[in-house]
């Protein structure tokens, strides 16, 4: 009685053009598999006829060792019998050989280092016309809706507005506290060195009102407000809603982008104004509770520190960090692709381009204003 | 015989340099059923988006009468779109809207109806598409069916010349499927609508078509336009075959 030797095994047998190959043993992935023949090996054939013992293939790993020699072979141009093979794998192998492989290959899946730099750098650049394109589009629709051309859905803006406004005030009341905590901890050390505890009321209320306060709005509308609206116009593109709204003739700008821009406008300078209280009354307790500045005159110390000039320029930054959120939002929503990996993409990337035009115009507008001597 | 409602002259499809289909010239009449036909990745839907405005062609035109839509100016071309509405292949309704919102929107935007019209209008579309009592329901609380359904009524809110569909019978039982080919030639029959289909489900094809198109995907080109009951029987063979499902020709 024959007995299959325990692993994979091969014999190559050449008669003339012919190669003969003949598979035997048991062939599991855990064995290692038989080399092919070299690149000279094939030279002069035109023919391979395959064959194999029964029942040696548990895991299909002949199957896959004998369609790689079939791929090889048919780059050389010979052909193939699979005569000899048990009907199984030689019917896995005609279903396998059926369609040719695809020579038309994507991008390589793990580029290099300067490769990978090369494509962020064409990706960026090639950003660049399409947010100018999205920038005139939506200052296109701003000018219908100044003109009472752009119609969108009343209810939406409210809606909008709601989850913009008041519902961003936990998050908002939170991190602007701690901020006002934070500031007024950092100075009043500092300050408490020359006895002059007094005026943390002064670096909290013009930090948080005039810098901080906008700057942690945005922030905070970067994570929540535009994620969101990456996500939900991404989500459309990928359910077709918004062709839908091109087919009918319906601005998706007027319709998705104008809506959610003026619901943010409308509300980021209230949210800042409201995280600068917020701030000044964290420094307060702080200021008050730990380093032993009175309640009165601490809010006398603010009241004098605190211009209009400091109110308005911390509501104007506000309002453009939120219109830079909204902006960021929808654009990467309308840039979406359509799969669920590309509304996560879609997102991500409203997040961090939100921050880093926040960030960019912090510095401007900060710079700007000093040189105004506003 | 009458000019064609849809005229595709010398049409060629392409992402960047990657040719989807070549020189397509075909015309659909008016109150045909046009079937768009031809395997997997041949360019059926592609085809769809640029005779819907949503993709320029690289080559070629789409007339709609005598209007060249994509020579036509932005303010020309919504107003084409206007004569047609569209069926996407999962309905494509506005998730935050209500079914009735979805019918509605198109009419308020686009005509000057008071709102009893209006609510009218939504619920006796509503109740073509079989879906009569539904005005409140959000897409997210209905079946696929009776999305595309809804997407129907939305579509035929402004009473269009010629409805799209894509891959109308994707993911419905069969029964549902049927009911959607017999709407389809209701439409057609009661209405007068030319209706323009991209599916290769072969039971909806010899039910509802009269005339159709098949795209290749490896000539990158149509090899046969025609009813489909005729391609059948005397079509090329690579069109013959899928007609019959690939059975020995």
Excluded at chain 1, 77 to 96: C, E, H, R, V, W
Excluded at chain 1, 197 to 215: F, K, P, S
Excluded at chain 2, 79 to 107: C, D, H, I, M, Y
Aim: hydrophobic letters at 45%; proline letters at 5%.
């Amino acid at each position: 009685m024959n007995t299959p030797p325990p692993t994979a095994h091969v014999e190559f047998d050449r008669q003339d053009t012919l190669l003969r190959v003949h598979c035997s043993g048991t062939w599991d992935w855990n064995s290692p598999q038989p080399a092919l023949p070299d690149a000279s090996a094939w030279a002069g054939l035109t023919r391979v006829a395959l064959s194999a013992d029964e029942g040696g293939d548990p895991d299909g790993a002949l199957l896959a060792w004998l369609l790689g020699l079939c791929r090889v072979a048919a780059g050389h141009a010979l052909s193939i019998d699979t005569a000899g093979l048990p009907s199984g794998p030689q019917k896995l192998l005609a279903l396998a050989l059926a369609v040719p492989p695809q020579t038309d290959h994507p991008d390589d899946p793990n580029p290099g280092f300067f490769e990978s730099l090369g494509k962020i750098s064409l990706h960026v650049w090639s950003d660049l016309p399409l947010a100018l394109a999205f920038t005139g589009e939506v200052v296109q629709g701003l000018g219908r809706m100044l003109r009472g051309k752009a119609r969108f859905r009343r209810r939406e803006l409210f809606w909008l507005i709601e989850a913009n406004g008041p519902r961003a005030l936990p998050i908002a009341s939170l991190i602007s506290f701690l901020v006002g905590t934070i500031l007024a901890y950092m100075g009043a050390v500092q300050l408490a060195q020359f006895g002059a505890q007094i005026y943390i009321a002064d670096l909290v209320a013009i930090g948080m009102v005039r810098e901080i306060g906008a700057l942690m709005t945005g922030v905070i509308l970067a994570g929540r407000t535009g994620a969101a609206y990456a996500a939900q116009i991404g989500t459309m593109q990928v359910n077709e809603e918004v062709d839908a709204l091109r087919t009918l003739g319906i601005s998706p700008i007027d319709h998705l982008v104008l809506p959610r821009l003026l619901a943010l406008v409308l509300m980021v300078p209230l949210l800042t104004l409201y995280a600068g209280v917020v701030g000044i009354i964290a420094g307060m307790l702080i200021a008050t509770t730990v380093f032993g500045v009175g309640l009165r005159e601490y809010l006398h110390e603010t009241v004098l520190a605190l211009s209009w000039t400091h109110i308005l320029i911390g509501m104007f930054k506000g309002t453009v960090y939120g219109a830079l959120v909204a902006f960021s939002g929808c654009w990467r929503g309308m840039q979406c692709g359509r799969s669920a990996q590309a509304v996560g993409e879609a997102t991500t990337s409203a997040v961090v381009t939100s921050i880093l035009l926040i960030t960019v115009s912090a510095s401007v507008l900060t710079i700007v204003f000093q040189r105004l001597r506003w | 015989m009458t000019s064609p409602i849809i005229s595709v002259r010398n049409l060629t499809m392409a992402y960047s340099d990657n040719v989807i289909q070549h020189d397509l010239s075909f015309d659909v009449q008016q109150g045909d059923i046009f079937v768009i036909m031809g395997g997997s990745g041949c360019g059926k839907s592609t085809l769809l988006r640029h005779l819907i405005g949503l993709q320029r062609p690289a080559t070629g035109s789409v007339s709609y009468g005598q209007d060249d839509f994509w020579a036509a100016s932005p303010d020309a071309q919504d107003q084409l779109k206007r004569r047609f509405g569209v069926l996407f292949q999962a309905g494509a309704l506005w998730s935050s809207l209500t079914l009735a919102e979805n019918v509605a929107l198109p009419l308020e935007e686009f005509t000057a109806l008071s709102r009893e019209a209006i609510r009218a209008i939504i619920a006796t579309k509503l109740a073509l598409v079989g879906l009569a009592g539904f005005e409140n329901y959000y897409p997210a609380e209905i079946s696929g069916g009776m999305k595309k359904r809804a997407a129907l009524a939305r579509a035929m809110a402004l009473n269009p010349d010629i409805l799209f569909f894509d891959e109308p019978s994707a993911g419905l039982d069969p029964l549902s499927s049927r009911r959607l080919d017999d709407l389809i030639l209701q439409l057609r029959d009661s209405l007068g609508t030319t209706i323009v289909l991209v599916t290769h489900e072969l039971p909806s094809i010899f039910a509802v078509a009269n005339n159709s198109v098949f795209l290749d995907a490896d000539t990158k080109t149509m090899i046969a336009t025609g009813d489909p009951k005729t391609l059948a029987q005397h079509g090329p063979d690579g069109v013959r075959s899928f007609l019959s499902r690939g059975e020995p020709l």
